[in-house]
């Protein structure tokens, strides 16, 4: 056989060959991919798919650095020495992205999926199973809060948050995302030992609050407000966190944070299960705190009905004043929340009760245009 016929046939066999559909060529890719780079592949991938935004480059690097079996579970030194290369772990599947969001030239470089079908395939039924018991969405949140948790363990926390996150690149990212990932895995019935460790670690725990404190308007680094971790499972609805953390004897009523306690933060933020596991477990329902009162006024000022339901029938008391809006009626009637402000007056709210600078009820459901509510206020005299 001649030269020219076994290039001809090399290439029509190489042309027969290949992958005839995007699945099919992400499939290949994925099954190209060493063993030795297949944990760090699978990490990127976690990250990239179920992520809230982009990973940078540095964070990316410590991401597939961290090592859960291992004591310290993150150490700097083990860092791969050109970032860059974190890219061949996941072959053509990823892209490095250069942004310029300073405005003074100077670039951040991102790791993004080099495709929105790569993301596509990666969360379909058409994954391969060797590769969807680590990408499908549960699996891989859980990874990431086990490596979100991990890294901020390791932390040394002697240089404070502002050194602390130039030091550690992923220790913002992790401060902030990890409640998000834990939330949805929570739901699903999934838990980890790395968010228990965390959550009882008190000063692993105030120092990720510092790095980021979801309850504040500004959230930088360097949060002073004293804040204990069932307030802080409460408020980013974290059930089996916070049913974990009462087991353990955690102070239903402790003061903290800027929604007061935990009652307060799970009440303003709807959760409603937390709420009723928080009243079962002896939460004052009165208790006074932060800048809106109580528990009822931020249910009622959010318009979270079955909430505010549940805490009348706890014995919250429909009049108590405190806070911004003074009471749960002049919460509901100035965001125009109409069946919350018909069941407080149904339980007796006092519909000229003064307090705050906007006066009454009547007055800010006025000043804020809701027709309705002003009707309903002055049927009750």
Known sequence: MSRENCHRKSVQNTLANLPRTLDDTYARILKAIPPEHLIYAKRLLQFLTYSERPLRL?????AVTVDIGSRPRFDTRNRVFIPKEVVQYCSSLVTLVSKDESGDGTARVEIQLAHFSVKQYLVSDRLEADMAS??????????????????????????????????????????????????????????GWCRDKYLSSRAAFEFGYELYSPDRLCTGPGAKVPVGSLYYAAFCGLVSSTRMLLEKGAEVNAQGGEYGNALQAASY??????????????????????????????????????????????????????????????AASYRGHGKIVQMLLDKGADVNAQGGDDGNALHVASSEGHEEIVQMLLDKG
């Open 58 to 62: 540095e964070e990316a690097v410590d």
């Open 134 to 191: 680590d990408l499908k969405e549960i699996p891989a949140r859980t990874a990431i809060v086990n490596v979100c948790l991990s890294y901020l363990l390791e932390l040394d926390r002697s240089c404070g948050p502002s050194k602390a996150i130039k030091t550690y690149h992923l220790a913002q990212y992790s401060a902030q995302y990890w409640a998000q990932h834990a939330a949805v895995v929570e739901r699903s019935g999934g838990q």
């Open 269 to 330: 933020r709807g959760h409603g299960k937390i709420v009723q596991m928080l009243l079962d477990k002896g939460a004052d329902v009165n208790a006074q705190g932060g800048n809106d009162g109580n528990a009822l006024q931020r249910a009622s000022y959010r318009g979270h009905g079955k909430i505010v339901q549940m805490l009348l029938e706890k014995g919250a008391e429909v009049n108590a004043q405190g806070g911004d809006d003074s009471n749960a009626l002049q």
